[in-house]
């Protein structure tokens, strides 16, 4: 493979002036004499320059040479030391006749007479070059030095070639000594030939004699008085026609004037890669046929050498190396039977990366290929002389039989340290077809075959219509190479043999199609069983095989296809060659015929497209006259013989394209693979878009990953998941918590993994594997011109694009062309348009939906069309204006291609174009995802750091019109159509305040249908910011880090993670900040040694701080969660106590100080929203607090979330953000209803729904209101208003919908499924459960999907015949993921499920595993606290308990100690005193305490009414339920539940009766 970078010529350079850039002034300014071979001769002095160390250096790249960008590197290095040294040669006068690998060679024509003259030049220009350029010291460490040889005398000149293409070639002897010079040159030494010693002023050199009559030494020139050089250097000036005429220009032939027929001439020495037009290779058309290029000719002492190159920029093709290999043995034979004056021939080649591009100067530079590959084939030649070698890359790649190669011993090459195994090409021999030669793909043992099912029954109908037609099948599956063709013939082999059939298997090769006859030769002696036999035993075996099938006389009709030696019969001589062909076909079919009534016969032909005529004909009258089945596979790129399309044609053939792997197939391969039950979200995102569903690329990939180890595998044996106390150790644990890719065996002596990436890898940055690349780059070849660049333009966008940033990119581009180019590619299907119907189910983030990547303001919309995306109505575009690549790998390999400095170059242009696209999309009214991000950051920074990329476009968010408003700050211009349509109807609905919630959902309803006269607000356009996420920031922090703007990226890995988070996707959150972690660097054990890598404000840590905060939060690492808020709160200025004493001394000031004196906002409206930014963060990093203290059931943990909650108000007030308040105000009675507050929960709702009035005009304040409802239909839920629970709760999830806030919308879907749970409305709770388990299945929330089966388990309980997912499925997800870190935080939930597992396993008797799942429960029930989830729980444990109580005295029990029913009743008195405001459970639990107080007095229970409360008890509270609904009366419904929850243990029986009636 090869990577192209070059010395650009001024574009102003008239097309002659670039053409002599690259040839010699013998070339430019030669006159023409004709096409025949032109011979010259002249007098003149050369100068060879050999850059030491140069191949040392390669041999140290190739050890760690795996990419183009290594290869850029070392030609970087290569091309700046030698430029230098071609300017002082031209300074000189000298003219370059070429620079190959680390040679320079130059030459002075004079007259014979001028010699000595120039020859004192040259030497004066040798030790100049010596003096300035005699060492250079790389990074690398390896030295690069000069050895300079000079000669003079005689110089042949000859051009070869044909009308197109011609070569200068210089011989001579003086050419001879200046080689010969060199070699016997040291570092920093300059030679002179003995030729050249003799013709020059010989008094003028200090030198030493190396050699009598071969070569001097030269140490420097004796300098009388001084010696007046510049005086010498004018006189030889005299003697140089063609140097420079201007101080500007260093050659003479950049200043031609325009001739065609010189660009012609010139033309015609130029490389066929850099015209890209036609040419003829006069030294061998072999090179041309088989796609390479003839690139350089050397002549020296010891023969001519030519270097060749295959898979040049623009030339790649399929097989290059089989190619290669085929092309040099033809050339081998060729010189071998053809030159007679040839006495030794020597091929070699090498694969690997090289470096293909301009060297040199501006003003004089050449094409050359260099690298550790070059080094190495020139080192092959020697090293193997009379041989056509290759190295092991070479041989594998080629994927030739193994038995045309020969391996070759190890031999020392001079700076090659590790050359590797060697190998000897035989070309591709007729005779030596028998071995090897069955199916490449053995069949898996260990997994089967994925997603061929309908592959597998085409061939099952074959051998139905075989068994019952009696006629012959054929089946022919199509594909791209590596769709599993291969893969799917060794199961079908496996499949064949199984049954008992005999299979023939045959794997053709390219170059077997051009031998007649071959496939059939191959398969019938595999038939015969003589394919694999010694060859002295070949015939004695065929003669077996033969006898009682084929008369004796005819066995000598084999010896030519069997290569053995039957007798020649009489019958046989007397035939031509026709009749024999005729009669060795008739032969087989009787043999065959013969054989199908014995045994069933299949033939396998894998690479069919490469099977010759004679047997595609053989074989398609094989199938009209045997029940034989054929089975094929074929590659659709190839064209077939006409045999070949009249087989396919045949009625009894039938076609079958194979289909590419299903995404979840493909992850399902890619852990086998790698031997794990999961893999990371990131690495599916990777393998998805490189594979396109083929299995080849999968395993490659898989391979590669491995090979490069940058992945980690974790055992999932561990019993439990403990919680990390450092953020970089958590990758293990956020791998855990999502969902497997494929099940984990159930064998416990089985070890099962998951793998993770390395914290310091990108994936997006990693290579192609050389085999995956060659692949893309030859598809990348097949494109035009201006279809390649536009595609690699693309690869640097992005595996999704917009046409707009595209257009950027190419400005030279009108946009019609731009369409055209893009349909065309659309065509054959490179590129594809994204629609909104396109989705793949395992990895959304692969399909942006159509749509406008961000609204512009009103001024934007009024200013030209020239802004970064226009709308998409002013063009003429289907659908969408976003594309994606549709081929796998192209685009991967296409960024490769680019150089470093281009390729960074252009993502510059990418990240200057998209970053003004960085915020909220339009109808969220733009922000930052971070609020106010950017104006916390630009007020601290001046700098061209952040700041840089962070430019920040006030879209009118409402958010910032209402704040700014409140610290009087100048409101932006507001584009929203609420705020510019109806003020007094806003300024109407402020002033009135809902006092009830049937009051608010009365002017909720009201208010949405008189919003907008035509349509209501649900139906504006929708939430896009995911979109946002895809097309914009994540790309962002792509191009930032490419350029190597840390502190940029580290900004927009911020914003990226917190638009995850706000689109409920953790695990991208995780990801993105773990990306932001590798930025910072490791931490420092000691804080006062803390020093980031990266420079950011306190700000940006604090907000890092809180994000990652969250998002452990979400994994269930509560202690690292609580840490990392507290650490962001600090640097926010707001400290958050450790002690109790500090929580008491801080709840006494927030109360009585802080909420009285909030501080007045300062008057630079820059820090007001610096303010706004930090309070933000502060009540976000409190409201985590209060949460995650929430959690435990501790009186200090009350306390401690107590303190959270009255900060996080205060905080809120302070930011004057009304929908801020609300959104607090509907937390803390949340968090009041938890704790058993009646009055508090109360109170904060009511104050939420006041507030609410003030704020729902914008985005953020409908959200607020989607808050409110659902935590009204929570509240309505608990107090037993089942209906309006369920109404409100419908409406809720309208919005949530609208919004797309996944998370809040599972929420209000889970206070659904209870209402209508305890409705007895089982229809509504499959419908309700099967609607979340759309929203969460598809993503990692394994919290989500614990709520689900939860509920799933209660309607299996309960539910009266209704299923949502059967039992086995829920109780496999709590085994795996019961000791999850997520799980066992969220006692509430684990309580329900455990003690519904209990309850289940209770109906089926197995007691056993009852008291498992029981004891689990009680364990957790001290835990819980009195919400819902809680609640509900409790009351599943105490069912447990009394069933428990019941069975004590049957002594099922064995590990469960015996209770009283004095010890169970503690339960029902803990419950009625925890779960206070939770009253619609009070009625079903006093029904069971009171079965336990008749147990207590030994009379009869029935076990049935204790399994089944719900149908005993239950329906009167639904019907009281009703009733409390009609009557709407909220004080006394909760006034009579509370008299419920003060019911005494020690009442007697009529007591409880009379307060359930």
């Known amino acids: 493979m090869a990577t192209g970078k070059g010395v650009a010529a001024p574009p102003l350079w008239p097309v002659e002036a670039r053409l002599a850039a690259l040839l010699p002034d013998l070339l430019v300014f030669r006159k023409p004499r004709g096409s025949e071979h032109e011979l010259a001769t002249a007098q003149g002095v050369l100068l060879g320059v050999h850059v030491t160390g140069f191949t040392a250096l390669m041999d140290r ?54 010699l000595s003259d120039i020859i004192t030049l040259v030497a004066k220009c040798s030790l100049e070059i010596q003096e300035k350029f005699g060492i250079y010291h790389t990074r690398e460490g390896q030295d690069l030095q000069l050895k300079i040889g000079l000669s003079a005398g005689r110089i ?110 010139l033309r015609k020495h130029i490389m066929k890669n850099l015209l890209k037009k036609e040419a003829a290779l006069y030294i061998s058309t072999v090179i041309e046929k088989g796609g390479g290029q003839l690139s350089r000719i050397f002549m020296s002492e010891t023969g001519c050498m030519f270097l060749c190159v295959f898979g040049l920029p623009g030339d790649k093709k399929p097989d290059e190396c089989a190619h290669a290999l085929e092309s040099s043995f033809s050339i081998f034979s060729f010189c071998w039977e053809n030159l007679a004056e040839t006495k030794l021939v020597s091929i070699s080649i090498t694969s690997g990366p090289v470096f293909c591009g301009m060297v040199g100067a501006v003003a004089r530079h050449e094409y050359t290929v260099i690298g550790p590959k070059v080094s190495l084939v020139a080192r092959m030649i020697t090293a193997y002389p009379g041989l056509v070698s290759c190295d092991e890359v070479t041989y594998l790649r080629s994927m030739l039989p193994a038995y045309n190669f020969k391996k070759l011993p190890e031999k020392m090459m001079k700076n090659i340290s590790n050359p590797g195994k060697m190998y000897e090409y035989l070309g591709h021999r007729r005779c030596i077809m028998f071995g090897k030669r069955h199916l490449a793909r053995e069949r898996n043992k260990n997994h089967s075959l994925l997603d061929r099912e309908k592959e597998l029954e085409a061939f099952r109908m074959a051998q139905q219509g075989s068994l019952h037609q009696k006629k012959g099948q054929a089946v022919l599956y199509e594909g791209e190479k590596g769709c599993g063709k291969s893969q799917l013939l060794a199961e079908i082999n496996f499949l064949a043999q199984k049954e008992g059939h005999r299979v023939l298997p045959l794997k053709l090769k390219e170059a077997d199609s051009k031998q007649c006859f071959y496939a059939i030769q191959t398969l019938m002696a595999i038939f015969f069983e003589i394919d694999m036999c010694p060859a002295y035993y070949r015939q004695e075996r065929l003669h077996k095989q033969l006898h009682g099938m084929v008369e004796e006389p005819l066995h000598c009709l084999f010896n030519d296809l069997f290569f053995v030696k039957f007798p020649l019969s009489f019958k046989v001589s007397h035939m031509d060659d026709l009749t024999r062909q005729k009669k060795v076909k008739a032969c087989f079919f009787q043999v065959l015929q013969k054989a199908m009534r014995e045994t069933p016969l299949i033939f396998l032909i894998d690479e069919a497209q490469y099977m010759d005529a004679a047997s595609w004909e053989f074989l398609g009258t094989l199938l009209s006259s045997v029940p034989i089945i054929m089975v094929m596979t074929l590659t659709p790129t190839f064209t077939l013989c006409g045999w070949a399309q009249h087989f396919l044609q045949s009625p009894q053939a039938i076609f079958v394209p194979i289909s590419k792997l299903a995404t979840t197939s493909l992850l399902r391969m890619a852990c086998w693979e790698l031997g794990v039950v999961s893999i990371p979200q990131e690495l599916q995102i990777y393998l998805l878009r490189r594979c396109f569903g083929n299995p080849l690329y999968c395993e490659v990939l898989c391979q590669d990953l491995l090979s490069k180890n940058i992945l980690l595998f974790h055992d999932l044996q561990k019993e ?4 990390n106390s450092k953020w970089e150790t958590l990758s293990a644990n956020a791998m855990k918590s999502t969902m497997y890719s494929i099940s984990p065996a159930s064998s416990e002596d089985q070890e099962l993994y998951v793998c993770t990436v390395k914290d310091d890898v990108n994936l997006d940055t990693v290579l192609l594997p050389p085999l995956l690349k060659e692949i893309a780059v030859n598809q990348l070849d097949q494109l035009s011109p201006g279809e390649q660049l536009l595609v690699k333009c693309a690869a640097v966008i992005g595996h999704s694009f917009h046409i707009d940033l595209l257009q ?25 348009w994204c629609s909104k119907s396109q989705d793949l189910p395992a990895e959304p983030i692969l399909m942006p939906s159509s ?109 910032t019109q209402v704040i700014t408003d409140k610290l009087q700050l100048p409101s932006p211009q507001d584009s929203f159509q609420f705020q510019t349509k109806s003020p007094r109807s806003q300024e109407a609905f402020t002033r009135e305040h809902c ?206 979330a107590y303190l959270a909650t009255v900060m996080q108000e205060n905080s809120a007030k302070e930011s004057a953000s009304e929908a801020q308040v609300v959104s607090t105000y509907v937390a803390l009675s949340q968090f009041s209803q938890n704790m058993g507050d009646k009055e508090k929960w109360l109170h904060c709702e009511q104050m939420a729904i006041q507030k609410n009035s003030l704020c729902w005009f914008s985005r953020e304040g409908l ?16 107090l037993g208003h089942l209906d309006f629970s369920i109404r409100l709760g419908f409406q809720a999830r309208e919005i949530c919908r609208h919004l797309k806030k996944p998370a809040l919308e599972n929420l209000v879907l889970s206070v659904l499924f209870r209402s209508a749970f305890l409705k007895k409305k089982f229809d509504l709770c499959v419908h309700v459960l099967e609607s979340q388990w759309a929203l969460i299945s598809q993503g990692h929330d394994v919290l989500g999907l614990a709520c689900f089966y939860s509920a799933c388990l209660d309607l299996l309980l309960y539910g009266k015949g209704w299923l949502c997912r059967p039992f086995g499925e829920c109780l496999h997800f709590i085994q795996h993921y019961e000791h999850s870190c997520i799980l066992n935080s969220q006692s509430n939930v684990m309580l329900g499920v455990h003690s519904s597992l209990a309850m289940w396993f209770a109906q089926d008797s197995q007691w056993k595993l009852f008291e498992h799942h029981f004891s689990k429960a009680r364990q957790l029930v001290k835990r819980t606290n009195a919400s819902l989830f809680g ?111 003060d019911v005494k243990e020690n009442k007697d029986e009529e007591e409880i009766q009379e307060c359930i009636c």
Not at 86 to 110: K, Q, R, S, Y
């Open 61 to 114: 790249f190739s050890l760690s040479c795996k990419s183009e960008h290594d290869m850029d590197t070392l030609a970087h290095i290569f091309s700046y030391y030698i430029s230098d040294i071609v300017e002082h040669v031209l300074c000189f006068g000298g003219d370059i006749l070429n620079i190959t690998g680390n040679v320079l060679l130059a030459l002075w024509t004079v007259e014979q007479n001028q």
């Open 156 to 265: 042949s000149q000859v051009i070869v070639g044909d009308e197109q293409r011609q070569y200068l070639l210089v011989t001579g002897r003086d050419v001879d000594g200046v080689q010969l010079a060199q070699r016997l040159a040291q570092a920093n030494e300059i030679v002179l030939s003995w030729n050249c010693w003799k013709l020059c002023e010989q008094y003028m050199f200090e030198v030493e004699i190396m050699r009598e009559d071969e070569a001097v030494k030269l140490r420097d020139m004796r300098i009388i008085d001084p010696f007046d050089f510049d005086e010498h250097f004018y006189k030889c000036l005299d003697y140089l026609p063609h140097y420079r005429t201007s101080a500007d220009i260093l050659r003479t032939a950049l200043e031609l004037d325009p001739d065609s027929a010189l660009e012609q001439t």
């Open 720 to 723: 439990e998941e403990e919680e």
């Open 808 to 832: 950027h990119l190419l400005p030279g581009w009108g946009k019609n062309k731009l369409l055209q180019v893009l349909r065309a590619l659309v065509d054959i299907h490179v590129l594809r």
């Open 851 to 959: 749509i406008e990547i961000i609204e512009q303001t009103k001024e934007e919309r009024k200013s030209d069309a020239g802004s970064p995306l226009r709308l998409q109505e002013e063009l003429s575009l289907p659908q969408t204006e976003v594309l994606e690549f549709g081929v796998p790998l192209l685009q991967e390999a296409a960024w490769e291609l680019w150089p470093k400095a281009q390729q960074t170059a252009l993502h510059l242009e990418c990240a200057w174009f998209l970053r003004d696209l960085a915020c909220r999309c339009g109808s969220c009214h733009g922000g930052d995802f971070v609020p106010f991000h950017r104006f916390a950051i630009c007020s601290t920074k001046s700098s061209s750091g952040t700041s840089r990329f962070c430019s920040y476009k006030d879209t009118g968010s409402i958010l």
């Open 995 to 1200: 006092r009830t919630e049937e009051e608010f959902l009365d002017q909720l309803n009201r208010k949405l249908a008189q919003t907008s006269p035509e349509k209501d607000m649900l139906t504006t356009k929708p939430c896009h910011c995911k979109e946002v996420l895809k097309l914009v920031l994540s790309p962002l922090t792509q191009h930032c880090l490419v350029i190597g703007e840390t502190t940029c990226a580290f900004y927009y890995l911020l914003e990226a993670a917190a638009a995850s988070l706000d689109l409920s996707d953790n695990y991208m959150a995780f990801l993105y900040l773990r990306k932001a972690s590798s930025l910072l660097g490791q931490p420092s054990a000691f804080s006062f040694f803390k020093k980031h890598k990266v420079k950011i404000c306190q700000f940006e840590e604090a907000t890092f701080c809180c994000l990652r905060s969250e998002v452990c939060f979400n994994m269930g690492q509560i202690t690292l969660a609580k840490n990392l808020a507290r650490q962001a709160l600090r640097l926010l200025k707001r400290n958050f106590p450790w002690t109790w004493f500090g929580v008491i001394f801080q709840t006494f000031l927030e109360k009585c100080w802080r909420s009285c004196s909030l501080s007045q906002p300062p008057d630079n409206p820059s820090e007001n929203k610096k303010k706004l930014a930090i309070l933000q963060q502060q009540v976000q990093c409190l409201s985590l607090l209060w949460q995650l203290y929430n959690l435990e059931a501790t009186a200090s943990s009350r306390r401690f």
């Open 1263 to 1278: 959200l607020a209101t989607a808050q409110l409802m659902q935590a009204l239909a929570y509240t309505k839920l608990c």
């Open 1431 to 1541: 609640s509900h729980g409790f009351v599943r444990f105490l069912e447990c308990h009394v069933l428990m109580l019941q069975k004590i005295p049957q002594g099922v029990f064995t590990h469960t100690p015996s209770e009283t029913p004095r010890q169970t009743l503690k339960y029902f008195k803990e419950f009625f005193s925890r779960c206070v405001t939770c009253p619609v459970y009070h009625q079903w639990v006093s029904e069971l305490k009171a079965s336990v107080m008749r147990y207590g007095k030994r009379e009869s229970m029935s076990l049935t009414n204790i399994i089944r409360p719900f149908d005993t008890c239950l329906t009167r509270i639904w019907i009281e339920g009703e009733f409390l609904e009609e009557n709407n009366s909220f004080e006394g419904n909760l006034q009579r539940f509370v008299r419920v929850a």
